[in-house]
């Protein structure tokens, strides 16, 4: 005797006007905060290699250990330009993904 269990899948109903709201306002606070995020590691990678050129041009007084914190982190401007890249990507995952959340069903 053989028995078949058949896969029922259920049907995929449209997201509730609350559920919509509330995930619109999560993404988007989401997406602010990525956002900003990227902004802020983007500015320190471009700003800890110059900072030192340009307090030296403008005669800024900067301490030594100032310098050398500024010069140490000049160095992992990297690791600052892969944190943007990271967030950036991450925004976009979220709003893809929340895109995704409120397309309506594929009908069959």
Aim: proline fraction near 7%.
């Amino acid at each position: 005797m053989t028995a078949s269990f058949a896969q029922i899948q259920p049907a995929r109903s449209e997201p509730t006007p609350a559920a919509v709201v509330t995930a619109t306002v999560v993404a988007g606070v989401a997406v602010l905060t990525l956002i900003t995020a990227g902004i802020t590691f983007l500015a320190l990678a471009v700003a800890f290699p110059t900072a030192i050129p340009i307090a030296q041009a403008y005669n800024v007084p900067v301490s030594a250990t100032d310098m050398a914190i500024a010069a140490r982190f000049a160095e992992l401007w990297w690791a600052f330009a892969a944190l943007a890249f990271a967030s950036f990507a991450s925004a976009t995952l979220v709003v893809v993904k929340l895109i995704s959340f409120l397309s309506p069903a594929p009908r069959d």
